[in-house]
């Protein structure tokens, strides 16, 4: 399955909205001038990269909900895939980097602005499966581009 990579963001004094970069460095403990707050449930190397679809962000700002790129934490934003088919061990490649998916990223207040009533809850794997952020551990660190295209696939090996 073959998506593209439409947004990338970072927070240089941690917290959100995180701003749009154009191109952004990977290494297995992150991303550059990306700066996590609360290093308890975020950040390190396997939660070095968070990722969300645009197809997720459209569906709620249809419902009304101020979400939009960089707003929820999210470093890569995607397009083109079909989010159910995303689980941990699932990897996604570019030219230049592979990511495999961790585990999902539990909302928490912090994010709470981008949707209506602050039912950031909407993002929680637990309640919507469907609308999730993954966090991922960077298997071969790289450079990312708005525009470049990037691969999604299950995964066989174990983590």
């Known amino acids: 399955m073959q998506g593209t990579i439409v947004g990338l963001y970072v927070?240089?004094?941690g917290g959100v909205p995180k701003h749009s970069v154009e191109c952004l460095e990977v290494s297995k403990s992150g991303c550059s001038g990306d700066r996590q707050n609360d290093l308890k449930h975020h950040g390190g190397p396997s939660r070095a990269v968070c990722l969300l679809s645009e197809e997720i962000i459209e569906q709620l700002q249809e419902s009304g909900h101020p979400i939009s790129g960089g707003t929820t934490?999210?470093?890569?934003?995607?397009?083109g895939f079909d989010w159910n088919m995303f689980d941990i061990g699932?990897?996604?490649s570019t030219s230049t980097l592979t990511l495999r998916i961790t585990g999902a990223a539990t909302p928490c207040k912090t994010i709470k602005a981008s949707f209506l009533d602050g039912q950031f809850n909407l993002l929680s794997h637990k309640k919507n499966p469907h609308q999730t952020r993954w966090y991922a551990e960077v298997l071969?660190?790289?450079q990312l581009r708005i525009g470049m295209d990037i691969t999604h696939r299950v995964s066989t090996d174990s983590l």
């Open 11 to 13: 927070a240089p004094t």
């Open 90 to 92: 699932s990897v996604l």
């Open 140 to 142: 071969h660190p790289g």
């Open 73 to 79: 934490g999210e470093n890569v934003l995607v397009r």
